[in-house]
């Protein structure tokens, strides 16, 4: 079964941008749909955005989108997430996660079935 191991996160100042990765480890990288999630403290995480096994189709999150870039390369087992113009409300984990039985991108959250350990990216002045 794959293994995804989120990596990138810092502090970085409002307005600024990062760049988050995910580096799976396992056969199956390349042969289903990828998401992003986020859960900052005290409330219920939430999805960020999300990319289908072939990387054509992407979802992004109302509340971010026109922020954020969401991609991957199947070659590489990686999957990328920049976000811009950041804001301290951005502040959580950002947890990446595949979703197994599913190419393109699935209707629910509940879909995801492989979880990273998160990688936790701070904005703050």
């Known amino acids: 079964q794959v293994q995804l191991v989120e990596s990138g996160g810092r502090w970085v100042q409002p307005g600024g941008s990062v760049s988050l990765s995910c580096t799976a480890s396992?056969?199956?990288?390349?042969?289903?749909?990828k998401g992003w999630f986020r859960q900052a403290p005290g409330k219920e995480r939430e999805f960020v955005a999300a990319i289908s096994r072939t990387g054509v189709k992407k979802y992004n999150s109302d509340s971010m989108r026109g922020r954020l870039i969401i991609s991957r390369d199947n070659a590489k087992n990686t999957m990328s997430l920049e976000i811009y113009s950041l804001k301290a409300e951005d502040t959580a984990v950002y947890y990446c996660a595949a979703a197994s039985n599913y190419e393109n991108i699935p209707p629910s959250a509940r879909a995801y079935d492989v979880w990273g350990q998160g990688t936790l990216l701070t904005v703050s002045s």
């Open positions: 396992g056969p199956t990288f390349s042969n289903n749909a």
